[in-house]
């Protein structure tokens, strides 16, 4: 497989969603319609199927193992109807979320263990890993605040247990960042979105060296 994989991770209101926005059309600009972007869970019309159970308010019964399987279910699709035709292609993948957050939310933040969210994701991936990925760290109240922006509501009312959930969630991508520091980059997201748009170029410029010399 000749192309790249770039997954892009981190806690709720890091700016994954805001950086990609903008570096995707950078990087179109820059290298054409080699570049791919995508998104999990989903990115193809069966995985976003999955997605819209996943996210439907209404399924507050869901058990967390279910929904564990259903991220790897849609993952699995994604793989193997997307990702890796794309690569087969010699595309630049830019993708929002990957295997990275199972690991955190369900491994992590619903402690579900994260060696068991890895083993059952092994038979989703089917040995494809990103060879970067972008992880957007910041503190767990910064990320809720900014997505509680504009709602009535501040932080100060989410309960505790929200907020220990998301402590969960982000102390496993910095303990998964220390395990494979050479495949995750971590930027500091807790700044200036312009400035985490730098990092980030930077970041994958570093990488990429070769794509970029003309
Ligand atoms: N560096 C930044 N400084 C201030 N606000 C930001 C920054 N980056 C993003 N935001 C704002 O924070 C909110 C969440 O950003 P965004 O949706 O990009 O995060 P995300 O990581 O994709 O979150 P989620 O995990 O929920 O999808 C948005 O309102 C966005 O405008
Ligand atoms: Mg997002």
């Not at 019309?45 to 279910?66: F, G, P, S, Y």
């Not at 009312?157 to 998964?176: G, K, S, W």
């Amino acid at each position: 497989m000749s192309g790249r994989f770039i997954s892009f991770e981190g806690p709720d209101g890091a700016g994954k969603t805001s950086v990609l926005n903008n570096i995707r059309q950078a990087l179109i600009n820059q290298l054409g319609t080699q570049v791919l972007y995508t998104r999990e869970p989903g990115g193809n019309q069966i995985a976003e199927q999955i997605r819209a159970v996943l996210l439907d308010k209404q399924n507050t019964a869901m058990d967390d193992w279910t929904e564990a399987f259903l991220y790897a279910a849609s993952r699995r699709q994604h793989v193997v109807q997307t990702l890796k035709p794309a690569l087969e292609a010699g595309k630049l993948i830019l993708c929002d979320r990957y295997l990275d957050s199972s690991i955190a939310y369900q491994g992590g933040g619903r402690n579900l263990g994260v060696d068991k969210i890895w083993e059952l994701n092994q038979y989703a991936i089917d040995g494809l890993l990103p060879d970067l990925t972008i992880f957007l760290d910041l503190p767990v109240e910064t990320g809720l605040a900014r997505i509680e922006k504009g709602r009535a509501e501040t932080i100060n009312r989410l309960d505790e247990q929200t907020v220990n959930f998301h402590r969960r969630v982000r102390q496993a991508y910095l303990t998964l960042q220390e395990r494979f520091p050479d495949r995750i980059v971590k930027i500091n997201a807790d700044q200036d979105l312009n400035q985490v748009i730098e990092d980030v170029h930077r970041a994958i410029h570093a990488r990429y060296d070769d794509l970029f010399t003309k």
